[in-house]
Nanobody
Framework: QVQLVESGGGLVQPGGSLRLSCAAS????????MGWYRQAPGKERELVAF???????NYADSVKGRFTISRDNAKNTVYLQMNSLKPEDTAVYYC???????????????WGQGTQVTVSS
């Protein structure tokens, strides 16, 4: 009923930049919070950043000042601009969105399939 499709991952050298995108589609009535999580091998999934419909943002301490989250409400898309990347940023990055669907008119949580980000020289 709802799909989140991510793009933009890849291999980058330390200090480099990447931009992730996540587009939501399907039976969408409205989208509340959109965000990004990541999971490194052997670690728990952790919140990276989120942005509300009104544009309020929140970041994990480990990415503050380096990552910027934004969204285009007209396109149902959230972005994550990642600068000054470090090897410890290596992880699978997952898009997350809280969406009210047209099928149930209740708030549900949806996840993307994940995109690999590898920071290595």
């Amino acid at each position: 009923q709802v799909q989140l499709v991510e793009s933009g991952g890849g291999l980058v050298q330390p200090g480099g930049s990447l931009r992730l995108s996540c587009a939501a589609s399907g039976r969408i009535f409205s989208i509340n919070i959109m965000g990004w999580y990541r999971q490194a091998p052997g670690k728990e999934r952790e919140l990276v950043a989120f942005v509300t419909t009104g544009g309020t943002t929140n970041y994990a301490d480990s990415v503050k000042g380096r990552f910027t989250i934004s969204r285009d409400n007209a396109k149902n898309t959230v972005y994550l601009q990642m600068n000054s990347l470090k090897p410890e940023d290596t992880a699978v990055y997952y898009c997350n969105a809280r969406i009210v669907t047209t099928t149930a008119y209740t708030l549900n949580e949806f996840w993307g399939q994940g995109t690999q980000v590898t920071v290595s020289s």
